[in-house]
């Protein structure tokens, strides 16, 4: 991925800008900066997460909607494989299980 060509993508920034507002503590914004090698990683690989799967699925050519949608989209979905992953979790701790 060349993280360098996105950021001078105003429109690839604007969306990473606004997904870093809605993290914790701007750790979106330094997670892309140690992708490119300009800077220590946070240490949160959620926040990398969320760079990665912005920018990999970014089309530089679609309009701005089609790019904040597929943002979006990305988003969505790993938040709902997230709350799986969670879901799962909670029921071994209610059931006091420690089988699936």
Same mark, same amino acid.
């Given at each position: 991925?060349?993280?360098?060509?996105?950021?001078?993508?105003?429109?690839?920034?604007? =969306?990473?800008?606004?997904?870093? !507002? +809605?993290?914790?503590?701007?750790? &979106? $914004?330094?997670?892309?900066?140690? $992708?490119?090698?300009? !800077?220590? +990683?946070?240490?949160?690989?959620?926040?990398?997460? &969320? &760079?990665?799967? =912005?920018?990999?699925?970014?089309?530089?050519?679609?309009?701005?909607?089609?790019?904040?949608?597929? +943002?979006?989209? @990305?988003?969505?979905?790993?938040?709902?494989?997230?709350?799986? @992953?969670?879901? @799962?979790?909670?029921?071994?701790?209610?059931?006091?299980?420690?089988?699936?």
């Amino acid at each position: 991925m060349d993280y360098d060509a996105l950021e001078q993508d105003e429109d690839f920034m604007k =969306i990473l800008v606004a997904a870093d !507002g +809605a993290y914790p503590d701007g750790l &979106v $914004l330094q997670a892309f900066h140690a $992708l490119q090698g300009n !800077g220590d +990683a946070p240490g949160d690989t959620l926040a990398e997460f &969320v &760079v990665r799967e =912005i920018a990999d699925t970014y089309d530089a050519e679609a309009d701005w909607e089609d790019k904040v949608t597929e +943002a979006q989209r @990305v988003m969505e979905n790993a938040a709902m494989e997230l709350e799986s @992953v969670s879901a @799962v979790l909670y029921d071994m701790l209610r059931t006091k299980s420690m089988q699936l």
